[in-house]
């Protein structure tokens, strides 16, 4: 009986750990408890740790800025500046011919960057910003008002435009942070027709590649190699 007692005991308290309410405070104490891990670890030169990679890199930046610390957040972004932008294109990767360990950056090919610059524009790096907003055109496709993915506009080649849910989202808040009122309410138009046209939300299933007419690719024998849902 006391070991059954025990047991409960346990799961109770770990029942009441997962289920506190969510308070301004406690969020607050978690927000500052996560920021302070990197904060630690961060260098003089920006660089946290021995991290290299642009994927544990791009979010951190608008991370700090919304934490309070926008000094630290200045510090990565010249860190990334130096050593992951590409000074020609605008673009940023973890180093020449290599977007990320992460893969799923291949394809999803400017989300990171659509983050790097919201901060760059927080902090008024305009310079910088400005010169990396224009690579994210690449991807923007104005008949659709979307942003295509592993290819930009019209270079597929099989000649077809693949777009994202996720990435729409970041670029069109990337240009509601640029100023670009009109293209991204046509952005979030669009977002809200694609959740509409989901067609197996009943099932728990979420497709996010879309095409021109903002079908869903749902085949995965077809779209082999390619992340659906």
């Not at 728990?204 to 095409?211: H, K, M, R, S």
Request: hydrophobic share 35%; aromatic share 16%; proline share 2%.
């Amino acid at each position: 009986r006391l070991s059954t007692t025990k047991s409960i005991n346990v799961i109770m308290s770990s029942f009441r750990r997962y289920t506190q309410e969510v308070t301004e405070e406690r969020l607050e104490r978690v927000t500052q408890r996560s920021l302070g891990f990197f904060r630690r670890q961060l260098k003089e030169n920006g660089q946290i740790a021995n991290y290299t990679d642009l994927a544990e890199y791009s979010k951190l930046p608008n991370a700090l800025i919304y934490g309070g610390y926008p000094k630290d957040a200045n510090r990565v972004l010249n860190f990334m500046i130096d050593t992951m932008m590409d000074k020609e294109t605008g673009d940023f990767r973890t180093r020449k011919g290599f977007k990320s360990w992460k893969s799923a950056f291949d394809e999803f090919y400017i989300y990171c960057n659509a983050w790097i610059v919201q901060s760059l524009l927080m902090l008024r790096k305009f310079d910088v910003a400005f010169k990396a907003a224009k690579f994210l055109d690449n991807f923007y496709n104005p008949q659709l008002s979307a942003c295509t993915i592993r290819y930009t506009y019209g270079n597929s080649p099989d000649g077809k435009n693949y777009h994202c849910v996720f990435n729409t989202s970041a670029l069109g808040l990337t240009y509601l942070s640029l100023g670009y009122v009109d293209r991204a309410l046509k952005f979030g138009d669009r977002l809200v027709q694609q959740v509409a046209n989901q067609p197996d939300m009943d099932k728990g299933i979420f497709y996010q590649i879309f095409d021109d007419n903002g079908d869903y690719y749902t085949d995965e024998a077809e779209m082999k190699g390619w992340v659906l849902f």
